[in-house]
């Protein structure tokens, strides 16, 4: 049982837009001071860094990628879907409270 | 160019111990928080360990108290993970990941090693 709560999958045909949310409590997204990431990873590779700081791009990643966070529930939102945009998904931060880090169950996007 | 390359997994009987290492290069390792993720088999990723860029600060999930340690040696450009009394649920890729910014914000991963508890 994770400690943010995202959905097991979601799925869209190419060119459409998707979103995906995640989850969590006072003590995690909910706390002004915490940031919220996504990550993004192919079965097999690592995981790559999509967003930062709720909103941030890294040098790299396309603006059809973008972040929000609004009270205890980040939310990843993908525009212009390609096939290679499959594969799964994470949200992840601290929890000031238990003093870890804290990673969503992830989300599963398919491509149709 | 930012790499980091794990090393130490491997196949391991329960209650046995294994160390891993990160090696780091193309940045100043000393600067950054380091951090240790899991991921099982057919799982999410966990989040393990923690440690400050200074080593003075480490945390750990409640998973892996008292039983895994994490380290770092500023002068090799190395971060370590320490696992004693393993159990089959540690069996998992295991990612070490750089944090900038303290904010568990991870930028970079390495391919991960595997560590397999069995008998």
């Known amino acids: 049982q994770s400690v943010l709560t995202q959905p097991p999958s979601v799925s869209a045909a190419p060119g459409q837009k998707v979103t995906i949310s995640c989850s969590g409590s006072?003590?995690?997204?909910?706390?002004?001071?915490?940031?919220v990431s996504w990550y993004h990873q192919v079965p097999g590779t690592a995981p790559k860094l999509l967003i930062y700081?709720?909103?941030k791009r890294p040098s790299g990643i396309p603006d059809r990628f973008s972040g929000s966070k609004s009270g205890t529930t980040a939310t990843l939102g993908i525009t212009g879907l390609q096939t290679g945009d499959e594969g799964d998904y994470y949200c992840?931060?601290?929890?000031?409270?238990?003093?870890?880090?804290?990673f969503g169950g992830g989300t599963k996007l398919t491509v149709l | 160019e930012v790499q980091l390359v794990e090393s130490g997994g491997g196949l391991v009987k329960p209650g046995g111990s294994l160390r891993l290492s990160c090696a780091a290069s193309?940045?100043?390792?000393?600067?950054?928080?380091m951090n240790w993720v899991r991921q099982a088999p057919g799982k999410g990723l966990e989040w393990v360990s923690s440690?400050?860029?200074?080593?003075?600060?480490?945390y750990h999930a409640d998973s892996v108290q008292g039983r895994f340690t994490i380290s770092r040696d500023n002068t090799k450009n190395s971060l370590y993970l320490d696992m004693n009394s393993l159990r089959a649920e540690d069996t998992a890729i295991y990612y070490c990941?750089?944090?900038?910014?303290?904010?568990?914000?991870?930028?970079?991963w390495g391919q991960g090693t595997l560590v397999t508890v069995s008998s």
């Open positions: 193309g940045f100043t390792f000393s600067m950054y928080s």
């Open positions: 006072d003590s995690n997204i909910g706390d002004r001071g915490r940031f």
């Open positions: 700081d709720n909103n």
């Open positions: 990941a750089r944090e900038p910014a303290g904010n568990q914000d991870l930028d970079y």
């Open positions: 440690l400050t860029a200074s080593g003075s600060h480490k």
């Open positions: 992840g931060t601290w929890d000031s409270s238990l003093e870890v880090g804290v």
